[in-house]
């Protein structure tokens, strides 16, 4: 609240600078499970019933749903690649890469955060948000069935090479 009030950000980030600062202490523990089931009891579920009142479905027309469809393959693809390729320029196989790019593919979390506030301020149109939220859908929906083929393919393994053998008495090779 200080952040937003005194500082002019918003209050996520004053959460997320408030966290930091707790999780140098020695009551860490303690705040966090507190925290933590007062927050899923609690707030997380009225968060997420605040979000749905602001979608209005009825107010959809047929350019807002391609709007919706077009934002998730770039919101896949980018995650994708983004994660992926930065799994890649960290040296990890292509398969690791697509995994972990995969796995970022439903982090939709803080962009439901930020949409709201966008709203809240004028930023976003109803149409707009209701789409921002379609995709957080869709790409929360996704996720687990992209996650399951590609974990259910194996990575093709090098072929195996003959061991070759030195025989010490006579330095004949031997397979």
């Known amino acids: 609240m200080a952040a937003e009030l005194l500082g002019g950000m918003a209050a996520i980030t004053g959460t997320f600078v408030a966290g930091l600062m707790f999780s140098r202490t020695p009551e860490k523990r303690q705040i966090e499970t507190s925290l933590h089931a007062l927050s899923y009891a609690f707030f997380v579920p009225i968060f997420f019933i605040s979000i749905g009142l602001g979608v209005n479905l009825r107010s959809m027309e047929i350019h807002t749903v391609w709007m ?68 957080i859908l869709i790409t929360t929906l996704v996720t687990p069935p992209m996650l399951r083929y590609v974990f259910s393919t194996k990575e093709s393994a090098p072929p195996l090479q003959p061991v070759v053998e030195t025989d010490s008495n006579s330095n004949k090779e031997t397979r």
Do not use: C
């Open 68 to 135: 919706i469809l077009g934002i998730s393959v770039v919101a896949i693809l980018g995650k994708i690649i983004g994660s992926g390729g930065g799994a890649l320029m960290a040296k990890f196989s292509l398969r690791e890469s697509l995994l972990i790019g995969i796995g970022m593919v439903s982090r939709g979390e803080v962009g439901l955060i930020i949409a709201k506030i966008g709203l809240d301020a004028g930023y976003l149109s109803a149409e707009l948000f209701s789409a921002i939220i379609g995709m």
